[in-house]
């Protein structure tokens, strides 16, 4: 029994503008691959190849939550096949407070943790009696 994450992924190209919205399963890659007309050709490869390298990216590729520990020397070498492009890798582990996102450029990633910080709070005005 392994640690499970649920993976979803967006694709974004070096100016920053969203190419492909949230990619949840292998459905919502078929449907990109089965109509490359309505998407950037580079897209479309890079989507093929995660489809056709399945056994790899199957984190990407399934319904539910599992345990694709391998996802950033993955989605590295997927980044470094198709440098003008973006990936955006999110993650929600199986943990209370396990969320991250990934970046992946040119073979390269960043981990991004969320911050979790309270707002002040004005307690001497809270308790003052009116």
């Known amino acids: 029994?392994?640690?499970y994450t649920d993976f979803s992924m967006e694709i974004y190209d070096s100016d920053g503008q969203c190419v492909i919205g949230t990619i949840h399963s292998e459905r919502d890659i078929h449907d990109i691959v089965m109509y490359p007309e309505q998407h950037r050709t580079?897209?479309?490869e890079a989507l093929r190849y995660i489809k056709?390298?399945?056994d790899?990216?199957?984190g990407l590729l399934g319904e539910e939550r599992c345990t694709w520990y391998d996802h950033q020397d993955e989605m590295k070498k997927v980044s470094n096949n198709y440098?003008?492009?973006v990936f955006i890798l999110h993650g929600e582990g199986e943990e209370q407070g396990d969320i991250w996102t990934a970046y992946f450029c040119n073979g390269?990633?960043?981990?991004i943790l969320p911050e979790l910080k309270w707002p002040h709070f004005d307690m001497i005005k809270f308790a003052r009696k009116e």
């Open 1 to 3: 029994m392994g640690y």
């Open 42 to 44: 580079d897209v479309v």
């Open 52 to 54: 056709e390298h399945s």
């Open 56 to 58: 790899e990216y199957y």
């Open 83 to 85: 440098p003008d492009l």
């Open 108 to 111: 390269k990633c960043e981990k």
